[in-house]
């Protein structure tokens, strides 16, 4: 099938979302276990596609007062799988803005 490996590629797009819509709704979790569970798996996810992900998680500090601490905990999960190193070449914009939280 021409479209198989198009639809394949979609499905592993929804399937990203839906993990991180999940994680950030673990954040809201009552147990503090589970939220720094969900921290870690959102360091842990965002190191697949920095491009993406670093963005997502630097704005996500900065709207998001509450959960403030579990995304600077996965910023530095990140960070720790060489977040910054590996893309530093190509994401130069973003370096400041992680140090700066940091």
């Known amino acids: 099938m ?3 490996p198009v ?5 592993g ?3 990203c979302f839906i993990l991180v819509a999940v994680i ?3 954040f809201s979790s009552p147990n503090e276990d589970v939220k720094t569970a969900a921290s870690f798996a959102l360091g842990a996810v965002a190191v697949g596609n920095l491009s993406y992900y ?5 704005k996500q500090i900065d709207t998001q007062t509450k959960r ?3 995304l600077l905990h996965s910023l530095k999960v990140g960070a720790g799988s060489c977040w910054v190193a590996a893309e530093a070449h190509s994401r130069p914009c973003l ?3 992680c140090v700066s939280l940091i």
């Open 2 to 4: 021409v479209f198989e």
């Open 7 to 11: 639809y394949k590629m979609l499905c």
């Open 13 to 15: 797009l929804l399937d």
């Open 24 to 26: 950030l709704n673990a």
């Open 54 to 58: 670093l963005p997502f998680v630097l």
């Open 68 to 70: 403030q601490y579990l």
């Open 95 to 97: 370096i400041p803005q």
